[in-house]
Structures are given as C-alpha cells and as structure tokens.
C-alpha cells in the first residue's frame, strides 16, 4: 500500500513520525515497523480495506511487537522479551547458570578492544561483533542478571489524575565517566499518565568542564525530546499539555 492508497481511506501520514498514519477522525492509527504494521483504535474498516487489497494476508490481534511479547488487557498493556533471552541463554549455554542481582559490577569500565583481542578472534574463528558479548565477562553477568529477571515485563497502565497528565521528564549525567576520552553520559526517563514512555542513554557532544555542565546537557537533551513528544501527543489526541515536569 503507498501513501496515496491510505490517504484513500482517510489516513493521512504523521508529522511526527514517519512511520505512523493517523485516521482523519483521530480514532484510529496505523504504526509501521520493519516489515510489518499494527493498527491501534477502530480497525474494522482499514482490516476490511486491507484484506481486500492483499487478500492473502492475515489480520489478528497481535502478539509481538518489534521482537517483545504483548499482552493486551482490558485496562493495562505489557511487553516482555522471555522469549528473546531464553534463546540467547541457550546459544550461550547458560542454561544453569547462577543468576546475579546487577546488570553490570558497579563502577566497571569497558576498554576499547586490543589488537591482541582481534587476533584471538581471528585465530578462533570467530566474528569479533557476534561474539565479543558472549566471551566479555561483563557480557556474561548481564546475561546472569536477565537470566533471573527474564519473566519480568513493563506494564503500561494509564493513569487518569490530572497530575498524571503532565509529561514528567527525569534526567541525570555522570561527569567525565569515560576515562578514555573524558566525555560524560546521559540518561533520562520519561513518564506520562505514570507509565514510562521514553528512555535514553547516551554518551555528551563535548567534554564538560564541571558535573554542573554535565547535567545542564542532560536537560538540554531532554527539552529537545520533549519537544518532540508534546508534539507528537498533540498531533495524535489534540491535547494541549500543561508545563512539563523536570526532575
């Protein structure tokens, strides 16, 4: 289906996001992912009109998404990946290993490889990018921590207060963590109707001169996503959002 054939059935592309479609009346959107789509809101009339022009396709209610198990509920959604890190510990051979209570050892540093580590790889025959996680020591406590983890999920339950209506951002930045190139790092987590919808972790542009700094980035970046996502709920549910929250 091309743009022109949704526009036909009076779903018209986001400005937002290039992968969403929204209906004209607003109940109803079409979100693409790889090769694949999901439709959230009314779906009766774009199934029919989608069966008819792919007769042998299938329209259900979906199960995954973008790799994670979904469970629809009557009030709340829920996403998990058991499925995804079952396999992982299989291929590993991790089967029975002993679970650990942190993704990571607290304060570890991760070096650039060596060329020593190349050349260990090319002499095992191995892809360094595939398997580099799975000999890493610290690769192999994360798989430890998902392994004891693996049934957890995130549950996606909207709240209806107004407080929780307000988009509420949490950011935080270490200061020059990195101690190769002294650059500092980003996180922020995003909260709206009290379920996290946004999360981030990335490494800074440029090198600060105080954890002050540091932070200021951190909030800078997350006024851009903000503006961003105010956008976007706008564009789907023509909210008007009051101030957001920063933390």
Not at 149 to 171: C, E, H, M, V, Y
Not at 205 to 230: F, H, Y
Request: glycine share 6%; net charge negative; hydrophobic share 35%.
């Amino acid at each position: 289906m091309s743009i022109g054939k949704f526009k036909e059935i009076e779903y018209n592309p986001s400005v937002s996001d290039g992968c969403l479609c929204i209906h004209k009346k607003k109940d109803s959107f079409i979100f693409f992912h790889v090769d694949d789509l999901i439709v959230v809101g009314k779906t009766d009339s774009f199934e029919k009109a989608f069966l008819k022009r792919f007769p042998n396709s299938s329209a259900h209610s979906p199960d995954t998404l973008l790799g994670m198990n979904l469970n629809i509920l009557n009030d709340s959604i829920e996403f998990s990946q058991s499925a995804l890190i079952q396999k992982e510990i299989e291929l590993l051979k991790m089967e029975d290993c002993q679970p650990v209570k942190t993704p990571l050892t607290p304060a570890v540093q991760l070096a650039t490889a060596t060329e020593e580590d190349h050349q260990t790889f090319l002499k095992e025959n191995v892809k360094y990018r595939s398997g580099c996680g799975g000999v890493n020591t610290e690769g192999l406590h994360c798989w430890k921590y998902l392994k004891g983890t693996q049934n957890f999920g995130l549950l996606l339950k909207p709240d209806p207060s107004s407080i929780a209506d307000r988009i509420q951002f949490f950011t935080n930045a270490t200061w020059a963590e990195d101690q190769e190139t002294q650059i500092s790092q980003s996180g922020s987590l995003t909260f709206w109707k009290s379920c996290p919808i946004l999360w981030n972790s990335k490494k800074q542009k440029n090198i600060t001169m105080s954890s002050t700094e540091s932070e200021l980035n951190a909030i800078s970046d997350g006024e851009q996503e903000n503006q961003w996502l105010s956008f976007l709920i706008g564009e789907l549910w023509k909210k008007d959002l009051a101030p957001t929250l920063f933390h």
